[in-house]
Nanobody, 123 residues
Framework: QVQVKESGGGLVQTGGSLRLSCTAS????????VGWFRQGQGKEREFVAA????????YYNDAAKGRFTISRDNAENTAYLQMNNLKPEDTAVYFC????????????????WGQGIQVTVQG
């Protein structure tokens, strides 16, 4: 099964931007749907965004709509989460997931998970 690893996290000021990357290996990346989830301290893991294997279908939670954009470059085996107008409530560990279907990912937590990266928004 495909393995994924996140990068690009860090500390930003309120209103700033970050782009997270999810790099895949060990599988045919274009066969997998990709999603981003996050878990704030003391909170449950929540869905953020997902897209289909070719990038033609996207989903966002209400907090992400209008601020975050999920995309992928299958030639580079990489998916991205562009985060704009960041708020303190976006502070969390962000996880990438690659699964055979968005349904299984969202409802069952299936697929391959990255180790997570910290995003901290302050000010």
């Amino acid at each position: 099964q495909v393995q994924v690893k996140e990068s690009g996290g860090g500390l930003v000021q309120t209103g700033g931007s970050l782009r997270l990357s999810c790099t895949a290996s060990g599988g045919t990346f274009e066969d997998y749907a990709v999603g981003w989830f996050r878990q704030g301290q003391g909170k449950e893991r929540e869905f953020v965004a997902a897209l289909s294997p070719t990038g033609g279908t996207t989903y966002y939670n209400d907090a992400a709509k209008g601020r975050f954009t999920i995309s992928r470059d299958n030639a580079e085996n990489t998916a991205y989460l562009q985060m704009n107008n960041l708020k303190p409530e976006d502070t969390a560990v962000y996880f990438c997931n690659a699964a055979h279907s968005i349904t299984a990912m969202y409802h069952e937590g299936s697929g391959s998970w990255g180790q997570g990266i910290q995003v901290t928004v302050q000010g």
